[in-house]
């Protein structure tokens, strides 16, 4: 609840919206790749600078979580899904999916789905559902 009066609060309503409608475009588009997910896709093959950025956003995640119990203030994990979600948007640009050889479409796609799940995980610490379909 106080996510929710917090977001409200520093960014609005639609921001909440926002996150779920990015949500379900991620999913819409990694749906829609022709590429199976493979969890043992080869991650090092991703040697552009913004898939670095979001491996290393998706990895602040624990460390969110951790300070938002010590400090009481959920608007730190807030913070960091807007991070996340501009992390995600600017590798959308760049790493591309659908097109690309096998091993690396793998790669990329297993990226972007452990993004959309720390994403998801987040939003469901606030107390919001997120979307798969809008």
Known sequence: EDGIRDLRMSRGLGDVY???GINAEYGS??????VELNADADV????????????REIAKYPAV??????????????TYLFQLSRAIN????????KGT???LAEARLLLFEAARITLNNGMRMLGLQPLDRM
């Open 18 to 20: 926002k996150r779920q």
């Open 29 to 34: 588009v990694l749906r829609k790749c022709g």
């Open 44 to 55: 090092s093959l991703i040697v552009e600078e913004q898939g670095a950025a979001l491996a």
């Open 65 to 78: 979580l951790v300070s938002c119990v010590a400090t009481s203030e959920p608007v730190t994990l807030v």
């Open 90 to 97: 600017s590798a959308f640009v760049v790493l591309q999916v």
């Open 101 to 103: 050889e096998q091993p």
